[in-house]
């Protein structure tokens, strides 16, 4: 992963929101980590970042990529361990597949 794609993951992670966009904005690709790993949703979702949920989702995130860094766990999986229904709410009206298994 190049460092634009561990800049993006990074914040994500730390829901900087106003970074994220300025990121996707200068071309960064929107599903980094996307060899199996978790990806800029992944974290943003897992740590309830409702912005950063909405930029990536936005930018047209794979919504439906799958972690194997989490048991193949998709975005919509961590944002309900997270317990952050905004963020559930965002991936469902995206078109998160609510049956989705791991």
């Not at 800049?7 to 599903?31: D, I, R, T, W, Y």
């Not at 794979?62 to 709410?89: F, N, P, W």
């Amino acid at each position: 992963m190049d460092q634009k794609a561990v800049a993006l993951l990074k914040a994500a992670a730390n829901g900087e929101h106003n970074l994220v966009s300025q990121l996707l904005a200068s071309g960064v690709p929107v599903n980094g980590g996307s060899d199996g790993s978790r990806t800029p949703l992944h974290v943003a979702a897992l740590a309830g970042h409702e912005g950063v949920v909405a930029a990536l989702l936005e930018a047209r995130v794979q919504i439906e990529a799958v972690s194997s860094d989490d048991g193949d766990k998709r975005a919509l999986h961590l944002a309900c361990r997270s317990g952050c229904g905004c963020v559930v709410g965002l991936l469902l009206q995206a078109g998160a597949d609510i049956e989705a298994r791991e």
